[in-house]
């Protein structure tokens, strides 16, 4: 999986934060709600829009950032 085929950024939307798909859910927003507790179960649940993949590629965004 290739997190540049989930993970997009346009000037417009969001102030130009990396989202998920075009969608107005940010990388910022999921990492949030992950690191204050939340499974990855319980977020598919509360964004029926989102997959396993979105979170995934939010995930290997970060990381990249990182390295």
Known sequence: MD???IIT???GKRSG???IRGMR???YD???YLASGMTQQEILEDFSELTSE???ACL???AD???
């Open 3 to 5: 997190y540049r085929d």
């Open 17 to 19: 934060k990396p989202c």
């Open 30 to 32: 999921i990492l949030k």
């Open 54 to 56: 979105d979170i995934k």
């Open 9 to 11: 950024i346009e000037p």
């Open 65 to 67: 950032r990182e390295n």
């Open 25 to 27: 859910i940010t990388v």
């Open 60 to 62: 290997a965004f970060a």
